[in-house]
């Protein structure tokens, strides 16, 4: 991944000692993220120094005090990628200077979002938010994706491609299969898969032919330099008797996002949420809902996210096998990319209930209490498929829609 660098910005108007001690409070932040801090910007020949030797990094501008808007100008305006994260606090007009860098930036097509803090001696959490929305936008771009069922880049992958930069590697179930029917061992699969998950009365030969399969793709995705699938599930489950639902769950809580459905949208999604939280978040469709609770579904969820999950069918096909457990209660972010990868929706939202709840659902399903009435939701929803991410991250994903060239709708508003 492009290395990060933080560029501290400083006006001589304003007292050296002042912003000396800003650059050591805001240094000790970062060096603890592993983001490299450069000497502080205070003239107009190291802006263009600096700018000159970030490349197409993602910088975080930091605004120690007013009167630099001028500097972050010019180091933005030099930089491959026409984007970047500002950090402004509340003392000597620095969120005066990034608002006005902002926004005459803004006419140039370049982006700087800002995020922003009342005192400097608070902004710890500030600058680890930035440094995770930097890596979760890097994280997108760098995606090398094996699209598993495809001879052939297919239309979708194509737009993916073109709006996002990624790698997209096509690759045909035959191919998969054939490698999954030369896997002997899968013990470490089925080790990493009862850690979570009980698996009493399951047909060992057909768990064991998916654990072949998750291991198959593991071996593919390191021979191949991948770091994230997506496979076309339904012509998978109907041609060769059993489902890939374990084989996407295990492979994502290992740190190799997998996504169902040949869903990019949604594993550019879990990708970040992985940047942003930890873990890779939970693909779901959204089922049914009343007055100001809704309910999604899905049968990959990962079983790291989870407790009490057990094996069952696969719910449209009734192939073996898909995993139902339960969700910790709490704050969860709900969002999704339009089909057109022209917009990034979100929501906080509140787990209350959650398992195998119902029989003509996918077998894992969440209850989500919502601030408003489910109608809108319905309304205005962008996607089938949504992405359940742990925690409210509707400021962080605002900001990677902004880095990621898309308008954000906040579900709420």
């Known amino acids: 991944m492009t290395k990060l660098v933080a560029v501290p910005l400083a006006s001589r108007v304003h007292e050296e000692q002042f912003y000396y001690k800003m650059l050591e409070l805001f240094?000790?932040?970062?060096?603890?993220?592993?983001?490299?801090?450069?000497?502080?910007?205070?003239?107009?020949?190291?802006?263009?120094?600096?700018?000159?030797?970030?490349?197409?990094?993602?910088?975080?501008?930091?605004?120690?005090?007013?009167?630099?808007?001028?500097?972050?100008?010019?180091?933005?305006?030099?930089?491959?990628?026409?984007?970047?994260?500002?950090?402004?606090?509340?003392?000597h007009n620095s969120l005066a200077s990034a608002i006005s860098a902002r926004e005459k930036l803004k006419?140039?097509?370049?982006?700087?979002?800002?995020l922003h803090c009342t005192k400097p001696s608070m902004c710890g959490e500030v600058v680890s938010k930035a440094v995770r929305v930097a890596r979760a936008v890097l994280s997108v771009k760098g995606l090398r994706v094996g699209l598993i069922g495809f001879p052939e880049k297919n239309r979708e992958a194509s737009l993916f491609e073109e709006k996002f930069n990624p790698i997209i590697v096509p690759i045909p179930h035959d191919y998969v299969v054939a490698r999954t029917e030369r896997i002997r061992d899968v013990d470490d699969e089925m080790e990493s898969l009862e850690e979570y998950v009980v698996t009493d009365g399951a047909d060992l030969k057909v768990l064991s032919r998916i654990l072949g399969l998750t291991k198959a793709l593991r071996r593919i995705v390191e021979e191949r330099k991948l770091n994230a699938i997506a496979i076309d599930c339904f012509p998978f489950i109907l041609r060769y008797g059993y489902t890939p639902c374990i084989t996407v769950a295990l492979l994502s809580q290992s740190g190799i996002t997998a996504a169902c459905e040949a869903d990019l949208r949604s594993l550019a999604l879990m990708t970040i949420s992985r940047e942003l939280t930890g873990e890779p978040g939970w693909i779901a469709n959204i089922c049914s809902g009343s007055n100001r609770r809704i309910v999604v579904a899905h049968c990959t969820i990962v079983p790291s996210m989870t407790v009490e999950g057990r094996l069952f069918e696969h719910f449209e096909t009734g192939k073996p096998y898909a995993i139902a457990a339960r969700l910790p209660r709490g704050t969860y972010t709900l969002t999704a990319i339009s089909h057109n990868l022209k917009k990034l929706a979100a929501v906080k939202v509140r787990l209350v209930e959650s398992g195998h709840l119902y029989n003509h659902m996918c077998r894992t399903q969440a209850v989500l209490a919502l601030e408003f009435d489910v109608e809108k939701l319905v309304r205005k929803a962008i996607s089938n498929h949504h992405v359940l991410i742990p925690g409210d991250v509707v400021e962080e994903l605002k900001c990677v829609s902004d880095l990621l060239d898309l308008e954000f709708e906040d579900y709420k508003q």
């Open 27 to 91: 240094g000790n932040w970062f060096k603890r993220e592993g983001v490299e801090v450069v000497d502080v910007v205070d003239n107009v020949d190291r802006a263009v120094e600096v700018a000159s030797n970030i490349g197409g990094s993602i910088p975080i501008i930091v605004f120690l005090t007013g009167g630099t808007s001028r500097f972050g100008r010019i180091i933005m305006k030099s930089l491959e990628a026409s984007r970047g994260i500002g950090i402004a606090h509340g003392l």
């Open 107 to 114: 006419l140039k097509g370049i982006r700087l979002p800002i």
